[in-house]
């Protein structure tokens, strides 16, 4: 008698990956805040390009409309929405995109348990590149600091939990304390950059005064504005 052999139901496997994301924040009129958006991409053209975006709309009152002319106006501009927050799914349109629950900011808390006093406190997590980060590269290390033995290439970007050392000329994009770590501060042994952030206030290569380009310098956050001295 012959067997009859099912076929093996292959599985389906989900995986779980976590992406950092821009949240936007409009507020009115629109028409000023797009300004705003056109003023980052005219110092910075590439900034958002490829990057996760949600669209928080909990400080404006748009209808259905108007929050797809707005999707509209910042895809035209190069940027991707992932998502929205701050409204309510009921009533719009089937193209906008998802309205998104349950997202956190990132920002790193941690617990102090008492330690005994022959305890030594943990090493901060670092990050160590031993060669050059080449123009078009992305290091994301957000657990703590990155240090580069060498230089960051135009077009490149570093993105740290903790501060920034580059051991050479930092010409791409260095993004310090994105876990809101207003604490963290970016070094280099000359700075020709593109962007230097901290804690998501930054400041583009038109901001950086001619006196210090090609110097050796720190950058480091005063309130929310980037000041940015020499090191030496």
């Not at 900034?47 to 928080?56: N, S, T």
């Not at 290390?141 to 930092?170: K, N, P, Q």
């Amino acid at each position: 008698m012959d067997s009859k052999v099912e076929p093996q139901r292959q599985v389906m496997r989900l995986r779980g990956r976590s992406y950092i994301a821009f949240v936007f924040s409009p507020f009115m009129p629109i028409v000023d805040w797009l300004g705003e958006i056109d003023a980052t991409l005219a110092r910075s053209s590439g900034f958002f390009a490829g990057r996760p975006i949600v669209l928080d709309l909990s400080a404006v009152d748009l209808s259905s409309h108007g929050i797809a002319h707005l999707v509209s106006n910042l895809e035209s501009r190069g940027i991707r929405v992932l998502g929205l927050e701050g409204v309510e799914p009921t009533g719009l349109d089937a193209g906008l995109p998802p309205v998104l629950s349950g997202g956190r900011g990132c920002v790193v808390e941690q617990q102090v348990e008492p330690k005994k006093v022959d305890d030594q406190p943990p090493p901060t997590p670092s990050l160590l590149l031993q060669c050059p980060v080449r123009s078009g590269q992305r290091i994301v290390f957000t657990e703590g600091d990155i240090t580069v033995l060498g230089s960051v290439g135009s077009g490149a970007e570093i993105v740290a939990g903790g501060s920034i050392h580059v051991y050479g000329t930092l010409r791409g994009r260095a993004m310090a304390g994105i876990n809101g770590n207003s604490a963290a501060r970016i070094f280099c042994q000359k700075i020709e950059a593109e962007l230097v952030a901290i804690d998501g206030y930054y400041q583009t290569a038109e901001d950086i005064g001619e006196t210090m380009r090609r110097r050796a310098a720190q950058a480091w956050l005063d309130g929310d504005i980037i000041r940015i001295t020499p090191l030496n």
